[in-house]
Structure formats: structure tokens, C-alpha cells
């Protein structure tokens, strides 16, 4: 299931998330921070920079569509990001990685 309104309060994501050593991050997502050539400060830096602007939608996840991700579109040194944020008790990121064209 999709929709196109965020399901998590972006300003408690990114409250959350406060400094890098409080960024709760996937391995899948410290991968791809490392695949975009970026350093946990950089991927830092994003996640406090963005918007409502940025919001591009929110989903269910497979395995539980009880369970929902919001998606941003940011950029980065000219690059397109593509991050996945979901909440189990805390703000976690799933998903950093550099967004392929659609």
C-alpha cells in the first residue's frame, strides 16, 4: 500500500536523530552511505537538512503492511538520494543509497 502523505513526523525523525551517534541506521543503509562515498556526518548532514519538500511517499512493507516507511528524495554534492526511514520504538533509516532515474 502506498500513499502520498508522510506517516511519521519528519521534525521527530529528525529531532531523533539529533547527532550522528544518535542515527539509528540499517547495515543495509551504513552500505550504501559508504557505496555514495559519503561519511556518517554527510549522511547527518542530509537527514537535518530536509523538508517537507523532499517527502516523495510513504509505504507498507512487504512483509507487514502494518508496518510503514516514508521515502525523501535529497541531493548531495549534485547527487540524487533516495532515504527510507521507518519507526520500531525508534526512528530507524532502512534505506541511503544514490536514487537511480526513474
Partial sequence: MEKRRQ???LKAIQSAMSS????????????????????????WRVIQGLSAGNFYKSMTTHADSRVW??????????????????????????????RKDE
Avoid: P, W
Avoid at 516507511?69 to 526512528?91: I, S
Fill in 7 to 9: 506517516h511519521y513526523d
Fill in 69 to 98: 516507511q516514508d521515502v525523501y528524495h535529497a541531493e548531495f554534492n549534485g547527487r540524487m538520494l533516495y532515504l527510507k526511514f521507518q519507526q520500531q520504538d525508534k526512528y530507524f533509516v532502512i534505506s541511503f543509497k544514490e
Fill in 20 to 43: 550522528v551517534n544518535t542515527m539509528y541506521l540499517t547495515l543495509t543503509a551504513r552500505h550504501g552511505i559508504k557505496r555514495a562515498c559519503m561519511s556518517l556526518d554527510d549522511a
